[in-house]
């Protein structure tokens, strides 16, 4: 050991950080990639065998369970923009 080496104490070790409480941990938002990531919530749910062989299948991999939510998520938007259009379609032919 020279005489530049710096001993650390049990002192010296301490973080100075303060303690993260209950109440930071629920105002605390999830980001990936810097966009807020929306909340998860666990269910049970029962599909049948073959369709979980489908998305187990499809998923290689990544988590089947995470294919499936983006499945729904995908037909949850579609059935919006099909409503949406549908609105549309019917203030063209018959306008107010």
């Keep these: 050991m020279n005489s530049n080496s710096i001993l650390l104490t049990a002192a010296d070790d301490r973080d100075e950080a303060p303690p993260v409480t209950a109440a930071d941990l629920a105002r605390a938002v999830r980001r990936v ?6 909340h998860r919530q666990k269910i049970s749910i029962t599909l049948d065998a073959d369709v979980i062989a489908f998305f187990k299948d499809q998923a290689g991999d990544r988590s089947y369970q995470t294919l499936i939510n983006a499945t729904l998520r995908e037909a949850m938007h579609q ?7 549908r609105q549309i379609i019917r203030e063209e032919l018959h306008p107010a």
Excluded: A, F, I
């Design 33 to 38: 990639n810097l966009q807020p990531m929306p």
């Design 79 to 85: 059935q919006d923009l099909e409503t949406r259009l």
